[in-house]
């Protein structure tokens, strides 16, 4: 008996198991509330995004869409979460490229491979990254911040929220086009390196688009520059970096869902037609227009696309980071 009970319960747990990842399980998922990570802290881009599509996005899967924040390491620690996490269905993350595109070149070790440890779903929004500064830099242009920086980028700082993250990397690339070191400090989120550079404590950060703007027009920041190729329809009077002088400088970010590798592929298919649907959806459109968010376009989504366009990422940032000799031991 004693010999025999061990089996038996190997066997119950074996039949759980096939149980749970089966077709039948799959195809009636979600039969419970699911979990959407953001490996930031609330408040910031990634978490207002999340929240916009999140309620929308329970509507659709029939079940509440818990949203989640897990900060730490430039997004490395929640997106670490996924890549560990169990294949169920029942936990996502909001990724990004920092998460999923500069990881990989930035970490000696690298806590995870953001493309062999999760299931793509699609892309999601893009935005540009806003350069601002605090309200008592002595400046009124990007011009005039080049300059200060180039004399005193010796005692200046820049804030972002975490190391290696989409805040980070694009100052990396405005310090190294005028040609300055300066110092980082990095931030478990970008909402409290903002509230940093509104109090005066360091000096700028590249923001994004939708958490900037708010500041900007209640004149707590100075927009000295849009990271993009174009002008932000938000703040059409605040010029591209290149128009004003600095060529370049492009950092557009993305978002993007994945659900840990090994996820069923009817489950995979649900998520992805469940978050095209929000994606579509008038309200959620509409609000993520007003942050100053694109959409991503129906060819330009799904897990296909998201695979290749990983990679690809991958590739395009690494040389910005390895010039820079940035790497996190």
């Known amino acids: 008996m004693r010999r025999s009970f061990p089996s038996a319960v190997m066997a119950l747990a074996g039949l759980a198991l096939a149980w ?6 799959a195809q009636d998922w979600p039969t419970r509330p699911v979990t959407l990570i953001v490996p930031f802290l609330a408040g910031g881009p990634i978490d207002v995004i999340a929240r916009v599509q999140a309620q929308k996005l ?31 269905g029942y936990i996502f993350v909001m990724g990004n ?6 990881h990989p070149t930035l970490y000696a070790k690298p806590l995870y491979d953001p493309v062999a440890d999760f299931a793509p779903v699609g892309l999601t929004t893009e935005s540009p990254r806003l350069l601002v500064a605090r309200p008592t830099l002595p400046v009124a242009d990007l011009k005039g911040f080049v300059a200060f920086a180039k004399a005193n980028h010796a005692t200046m700082s820049f804030g972002s929220g975490g190391l290696g993250s989409a805040t980070h990397v694009p100052c990396l690339l405005v310090n190294q086009a005028m040609g300055v070191t300066v110092t980082h400090v990095p931030y478990r989120g970008a909402a409290p390196a903002m509230q940093d550079v509104i109090g005066g404590r360091t000096d700028y950060m590249c923001d994004s688009i939708q958490t900037a703007v708010p500041q900007v027009k209640q004149n707590n920041v100075k927009a000295l520059a849009v990271l993009s190729a174009v002008r932000s329809p938000l703040l059409p009077e605040v010029p591209t970096a290149a128009e004003a002088g600095l060529p370049g400088v492009e950092a557009d970010t993305w978002n993007a869902v994945f659900l840990p590798k090994g996820t069923p592929e009817p489950i995979v298919r649900k998520l992805v037609a469940a978050v095209n649907q929000t994606l579509d959806d008038p309200t959620v459109r ?37 010039a820079a000799g940035l790497k996190v031991e």
């Open 97 to 102: 490229v920092g998460t999923h595109a500069y």
């Open 20 to 25: 749970t990842g089966s077709p039948a399980a």
């Open 58 to 88: 329970g509507e659709i899967l029939g079940q509440t869409v818990i949203v989640e924040n897990v900060g730490g390491g430039g997004g490395a620690l929640g997106a670490q979460r996924i890549a560990r996490g169990t294949p169920d």
């Open 286 to 322: 509409k609000r993520l227009d007003e942050l100053g968010l694109a959409i991503v376009p129906p060819e330009r989504r799904g897990p296909d696309y998201l695979a290749t366009f990983v990679k690809s990422e991958i590739a395009r940032w690494a040389p910005a980071i390895q």
